[in-house]
């Protein structure tokens, strides 16, 4: 069993359809998981494929196997794109979304505002933030496409 603290091993094995189990772990409800669930679910052409993986994922620590043959995740670990995402309920999303929902949102209010109150907006306010709204969403569409799954 690997120490779950040396990210580089970890993050050296969480490669290719290893790392889409454990991302499909990470969105699965708390309930264990069966070698044929998870092969059905990423589509893999059998079952030994899928019960590879998951014994990687055993063997690095980041998972436990019930005496009835479900896995279960016990360890979350933050390597590779995994850092650019949060677990948000059942879902993973790119952490720049909360960005960037903020800063657009700021920017509509700001237009409300003004327009409520007849102010003319801020020319260098709106050109600013507005970049930023762009910037902000791109990286987070960028980070969606770059997800295992």
Not at 38 to 50: C, D, E, K, N
Not at 127 to 136: D, E, K, Q, R, Y
């Amino acid at each position: 069993m690997v120490d779950v603290s040396d990210s580089a091993v970890i993050e050296a094995e969480m490669r290719g359809k290893t790392l889409l189990v454990y991302w499909y772990l990470l969105g699965s409800s708390s309930t264990g998981v069966g070698v044929r669930e998870v092969q059905r679910s990423l589509g893999f052409s059998s079952p030994s494929v899928a019960s590879h993986h998951l014994n990687k994922l055993l063997d690095l620590g980041l998972v436990d196997k019930s005496s009835t043959g479900e896995y279960f995740l016990i360890q979350q670990v933050d390597v590779g794109i995994l850092r650019f995402f949060t677990k948000l309920g059942r879902f993973l999303v790119p952490r720049y979304l909360f960005y960037s929902v903020l800063l657009t949102t700021m920017l509509i209010v700001y237009l409300v505002f003004c327009g409520w109150y007849g102010y003319i907006p801020n020319l260098f306010a709106l050109i600013f933030s507005s970049i930023a709204c762009v910037i902000l969403w791109f990286e987070t569409l960028k980070l969606w496409r770059q997800r295992p799954y």
